[in-house]
Antibody, heavy 122, light 108 residues
Framework: QVQLVESGGGVVQPGRSLRLSCAAS????????MHWVRQAPGKGLEWVAV????????YYADSVKGRFTISRDNSKNTLYLQMNSLRAEDTAVYYC???????????????WGQGTLVTVSS | EIVLTQSPATLSLSPGERATLSCRAS??????LAWYQQKPGQAPRLLIY???NRATGIPARFSGSGSGTDFTLTISSLEPEDFAVYYC??????????FGQGTRLEIK
């Protein structure tokens, strides 16, 4: 079955960097757009970034543009999120999510991984 | 920026009752709206996309309707496992997609 497993979260000081990974299995990873979505503790959902199935396009939320970089390695079935210049307001559970449709990007998130918690604190 | 406003913030109902959740967009999103369910400690799950299409494996008691600015998620007869938080999401002006603030469906 389709499975997404995030890793790399933890506690980091403001201004430092962290890289998240999302290992995918159970589907043809190279055929799907992939997203990162985050959820601050006790809050709602915020879309963070998308990467096209072939890596040709990447888009970011204004709140992370210039600080975060999304990437993928289709040979390893893995999605990444490089987070630099972290701020307290970046504290959240970070979910990776697959786009619902193959070889297109529709911004419908299905399914989601279980999430990894990033805490930015001194 | 398109803002999605969900109402009510909290809905208290009993199993077997009908639930009606609302999502209003600040400007038209056509039919580019989805609904997600999130249970405590779990990731969200896609229920409905394109306003009225059920995602794979979603029970028929879940239905979505609406277009333009006003949308509704209806659960025809609540099961115990349906009590959760529900989010709407629009993709009309991608990549600036947005979620509503959520409706908590709790057991009365």
């Amino acid at each position: 079955q389709v499975q997404l497993v995030e890793s790399g979260g933890g506690v980091v000081q403001p201004g430092r960097s962290l890289r998240l990974s999302c290992a995918a299995s159970g589907f043809t990873f190279s055929s799907y757009g992939m997203h990162w979505v985050r959820q601050a503790p006790g809050k709602g959902l915020e879309w963070v970034a998308v990467i096209w199935y072939d890596g040709s396009n990447k888009y970011y939320a204004d709140s992370v543009k210039g600080r975060f970089t999304i990437s993928r390695d289709n040979s390893k079935n893995t999605l990444y999120l490089q987070m630099n210049s972290l701020r307290a307001e970046d504290t959240a559970v970070y979910y990776c999510a697959r786009d619902r449709v193959a070889v297109a990007v529709y911004y419908w998130f299905d399914p989601w991984g279980q999430g990894t918690l990033v805490t930015v604190s001194s | 920026e398109i803002v999605l406003t969900q109402s009510p913030a909290t809905l208290s109902l009993s199993p077997g009752e009908r639930a009606t959740l609302s999502c209003r967009a600040s400007q038209s999103v056509s039919s580019y709206l989805a609904w997600y369910q999130q249970k405590p400690g779990q990731a969200p799950r896609l229920l409905i996309y394109d306003a009225s299409n059920r995602a794979t494996g979603i029970p028929a008691r879940f239905s979505g309707s609406g277009s333009g600015t006003d949308f509704t998620l209806t659960i025809s007869s609540l099961e115990p496992e349906d009590f959760a938080v529900y989010y709407c999401q629009q993709r009309s002006n991608w990549p600036r997609v947005a979620f509503g603030q959520g409706t908590r469906l709790e057991i009365k």
